[in-house]
Structure formats: structure tokens, C-alpha cells
């Protein structure tokens, strides 16, 4: 609604914007010429026009001040959610690790992005982060594919890379954020591609006016059991005893996916904070900027007013002087 109302606003402001400064009215009788006449009919522009600016200013401002609003509501909605999360990954990652660096032949680029506009840069920053792991996982013996969250990373990545995105997923915020519904997604995800490393991209929540993108890495079973073998970061993994019937794969199958539905978790409320914490500092911005063109307009419109009241009294004068003489 608000978004509506903050397009309607924009039209009805656009055609009052004129390149040309506004000047006082002459004492001299006016030449209708082209570039006198106005945006909205008016022969020059006159203290009206400038009335009609300063209430699309107005309404503009409220509208922004609304969001503003709104979007600190949001987030504080989420914030607690995404603190809490960042405890389900933690465990993942001290077992299996986080290792970005690993060489493997099938990479998925996991990009988290909003639904929405008027959020800042977080959209850009993170398809940005995107084509540049999609670059350097490049190869004559790789593959590298996307898995596109939120309809602004699909608008952009599809323009030049419509045939390696495997999934594209929107309207993932519509509802209240749970796990049930992340790993629903997850699982999703999971089943439609094929990988050997899945990279999420995500803006990581610091505060209000700083989030940091974030890139974290899923390896599947046959590459965190490879790197097992091989030693390094992984190779404490042969230390542990499984109990139970089942296999160290079905273990490290069933590990791997639990942990892409916790990571998804955190990352998708990580990016929601950032969302809202960046659409309320481009909302104060905005609110500000509205309010120092307001306060233009209002100098514009009293030198205008003054002008037209000053050259009333002269044409009142010079013409009591005439019949006078």
C-alpha cells in the first residue's frame, strides 16, 4: 500500500519538476513565450506551482516516514530470530568445517536477496559476490549453476545468466520465517540440483547501518568424506565412533543436509535484518532529503510571494501617479 501510494505521489511530483529556477515576478508586462509557460498550464510559474510541489514533498516525506516505521517493527520482529539461529550452525561447522576454498567439480551459488525494493545496495552487493564466485569456480571441468532467492537477485542475474540458474525461488518472505519452512526449502533445493559444494551468499547482520556479505560453504558427503581422507581441517572426523546401524555415509548424508537447513536458516533471517535495517536507513535518508527540499520550496515560495506582493504595490503606485500627473 505504501509502496503504491509512494508511486502515485512520484507521478503526480514528476511533472511539477522543472529544470528552469523560479523567479519573482516582473513589474514589466509579461511576453507569453514557450519557455514561460509552465508544467501544469499556467502562463509562468507562480506561487501556486510552488504550493503544488511542497504538498507532493509533504505527502512523499509522510510515505517515507511510514516505512521507516514499518521496517523497524520488521526487524525488530526478526532480529531475535536471527541471534538465536546463529547458535544451530555453529556445532556444524566446528564438525564438518567451512572450507571455501575446496576445489570441486559441481558448484551451486545459493543467492539470498529480497522481494523488495528500497533497500540499499544489499541486492547488488550480494549479486555481485555471486558472479564473482561463478567466476572463479569456472572451468572446462567444472559446472557451476545459481539458486536464486527473492525476486531481485532473479531480476538481475537473469539478464546474463538465464541458462545456468537451476532454481529461482520468490515470495519466500510472505509468511513469518520458521525452520519448517526453511527446511521445506531446503529440501527442495536438495533434490532439484546436483552438487559437490553449495555456496551461500548472504548480507550478515551487524547493527542498523552495517551488514557484512557473507559467503558459506555445504559440502556434500563424497567431498567432506574425501577430505577426510586426504586429512587437513576434515581429518579429525575418523577420530569419532559411530554407534547404531547405520553407515558412515548415510551419517554423513543425513549431517549434510541437516546442516544446509540450519545454515539456510540463519542466512535467510541474517539477510532479512539486513533488509529491514537497510530499507530503514534509505527511509531516514529519504525522510531527510524530503525534508531539507521542503524547507528550498518554502524560501522559493515566501521570495516568490514577496516578489508578487512588491510588485502589486509598484503597478498600485505608478498607477495613482498616472491618474495623479
Request: charged content about 25%.
Amino acid at each position: 500500500m505504501a509502496m503504491a501510494s509512494l508511486r502515485r505521489e512520484g507521478r503526480r511530483f514528476a511533472p511539477l519538476i522543472s529544470p528552469r529556477p523560479i523567479t519573482a515576478v516582473r513589474s514589466s508586462p509579461i511576453v507569453p513565450t514557450h519557455e514561460d509557460e509552465g508544467p501544469i498550464g499556467v502562463r509562468y510559474i507562480s506561487t501556486q506551482v510552488v504550493r503544488n510541489r511542497m504538498k507532493s514533498v509533504k505527502n512523499i516525506q509522510k510515505i517515507t516516514k511510514a516505512m521507516k516505521m514499518v521496517a523497524a517493527s520488521k526487524l525488530r520482529a526478526v532480529q531475535t530470530k536471527a541471534e538465536n539461529s546463529r547458535g544451530l550452525w555453529q556445532p556444524f561447522t566446528a564438525l564438518l568445517g567451512d572450507l571455501p576454498s575446496v576445489d570441486v567439480k559441481k558448484n551451486v551459488v545459493v543467492t539470498i536477496s529480497s522481494d523488495k525494493g528500497l533497500c540499499g545496495g544489499i541486492n547488488s552487493t550480494s549479486v555481485k559476490i555471486s558472479k564473482g564466485i561463478y567466476k572463479l569456480n569456472s572451468g572446462p571441468e567444472k559446472e557451476t549453476k545459481y539458486v536464486i532467492l527473492g525476486e531481485k537477485a532473479k531480476a538481475q542475474l537473469v539478464r546474463d545468466s538465464k541458462k545456468d540458474i537451476e532454481l529461482i525461488i520468490t515470495e519466500l518472505q510472505k509468511n513469518p520465517l520458521s525452520y519448517t519452512q526453511v527446511s521445506v526449502l531446503a529440501d527442495e533445493i536438495l533434490k532439484n540440483v546436483e552438487y559437490d559444494a553449495l555456496r551461500i551468499v548472504f548480507n550478515k547482520f551487524h547493527s542498523v547501518v552495517s551488514f557484512v556479505p557473507t559467503v558459506s560453504t555445504v559440502l556434500s558427503p563424497e567431498i567432506v568424506e574425501r577430505e577426510s581422507e586426504s586429512g587437513g581441517k576434515l581429518g579429525e572426523l575418523d577420530s569419532y565412533e559411530v554407534e547404531g546401524g547405520e553407515t558412515k555415509g548415510e551419517i554423513l548424508q543425513n549431517l549434510a543436509e541437516f546442516q544446509f537447513s540450519c545454515v539456510m536458516f540463519n542466512a535467510v533471517l541474517e539477510n532479512a535484518c539486513s533488509e529491514q535495517g537497510a530499507r530503514m536507513s534509505a527511509m531516514d535518508s529519504s525522510s531527510r532529503n524530503a525534508g531539507d527540499m521542503l524547507d528550498r520550496l518554502t524560501l522559493t515560495y515566501n521570495r516568490t510571494r514577496q516578489a508578487s506582493i512588491t510588485t502589486e504595490l509598484i503597478e498600485i503606485i505608478s498607477g495613482a501617479s498616472a491618474l495623479e500627473g
